[in-house]
């Protein structure tokens, strides 16, 4: 089974710039997840689709969007770009990781983004 | 705001040690727990998952919960050098995951 797949695997921005990211969540797996993450802050949650409905979203500025087509499949997407948004991107899927499940979540290699 | 917090590190272990690693939680209702690792430049991986009080066991590797002190523990025996990694807690919260900071073990020969 393919696990998830993430595109680009690097972007190299400049602010006000946009970027859109992409994941391929595990076949079956109707959950995408987005974490940012960067060494000072760690892994932040960003956001949750299900069945291409936003579930959940993490303190982000409304800067961070993201969206998920009828095929599970999801994008992310990020406006006038600023410095601080340079880290890495991952996305991560599991069958259904509503509350109370147990479902497990499993990551894609991540995008790492820069920002100059 | 829920907090998953992990002991401190970095962790250094001699090969063949038992290296233990720590994490609390604030959140009384969460109800899955799980630890990943993280190699440099990779992203994390699941390692172990446990939902029920007490020890659970796969090979080398024994996670632990206590859900009356809220703490969950991995604990790593005969540690070797290719467990050197950042460890990360995760917490199952309202519909999606809460990690931790990690915890940086380094397992030196």
């Known amino acids: 089974k393919a696990g998830v797949t993430q595109t680009p695997r690097y972007l190299i921005k400049t602010r006000g710039q946009q970027v859109t990211l992409s994941c391929s969540p595990i076949s079956g797996h109707r959950s995408v997840s987005w974490y940012q993450q960067t060494p000072g802050q760690g892994l932040q949650f960003l956001f949750e689709y299900f069945s291409e409905t936003q579930r959940n979203k993490g303190n982000f500025p409304g800067r961070f969007s993201g969206r998920q087509f009828s095929n599970s499949r999801s994008e992310m997407n990020v406006s006038t770009l600023e410095l601080g948004d340079s880290a890495l991107y991952l996305c991560?899927?599991?069958?259904?990781?509503?509350?109370?499940?147990?479902?497990?979540?499993?990551f894609g290699s991540g995008t790492q983004l820069s920002v100059l | 705001q829920k907090e998953v917090e992990q002991n401190s590190g970095p962790l250094s272990v001699p090969e063949g040690a038992i290296a233990s690693l720590n994490c609390t939680y604030s959140?009384?209702?969460?109800?899955?727990f799980f630890w990943y690792r993280q190699y440099s430049g990779k992203s994390p991986e699941l390692i172990m998952s446990i939902y029920s009080n007490g020890d659970k066991e796969d090979g080398r590797f024994t996670a632990q919960l206590n859900k009356a002190s809220q703490y969950v523990s991995l604990l790593i025996r005969d540690s070797q050098p290719s467990d050197s990694a950042t460890y990360l807690c995760a917490v199952h919260e309202d519909g999606k995951l809460t990690f931790g900071q990690g915890t940086i073990l380094t397992v030196h020969p």
């Open positions: 991560a899927s599991s069958q259904d990781l509503s509350q109370g499940s147990l479902e497990k979540l499993f």
């Open positions: 959140d009384r209702g969460s109800q899955s």
